[in-house]
């Protein structure tokens, strides 16, 4: 059973950092791009970026890029996403799912979830 449980969340100031991550199980983790998707209050699924199975290459939004940070650890099955300059826009339920940016549609490849709150 393919099992992604993602932990790190909590609240934080404005311009503060956090870092999430997913535990991975039941299938060969190396095998797959990673995801990491949010949902904030009120408004659909977004992704935020992607990993390949290496961990040699990453994508990220415009609202990611150049503050988040997504890594994994193939020999540990887990996945990380470094946040640094957090905002408030960037409340939300964090998931992370497997397989590249298509995974936003697909919510049996995502985990439970972690929230992360920004609040001053």
């Known amino acids: 059973e393919v099992q992604l449980v993602e932990s790190g969340g909590g609240m934080v100031q404005p311009g503060g950092s956090l870092r999430l991550s997913c535990a991975a199980s039941g299938f060969t983790f190396s095998d797959y791009h990673m995801t990491w998707i949010r949902q904030g209050p009120g408004q659909g699924p977004e992704w935020v970026g992607t990993?390949?199975?290496?961990?040699?290459?990453?994508a990220y939004s415009d609202s990611a890029k150049g503050r988040f940070a997504i890594s994994r650890d193939n020999a540990k099955n887990t996945l990380s996403l470094q946040m640094n300059g957090l905002k408030y826009e960037n409340t939300a339920l964090y998931y992370c799912a497997r397989g590249g940016r298509n995974a936003l549609t697909m919510r049996n490849a995502w985990g439970q979830g972690t929230q992360v709150t920004v609040s001053s």
């Open positions: 990993i390949d199975q290496y961990g040699e290459k990453t």
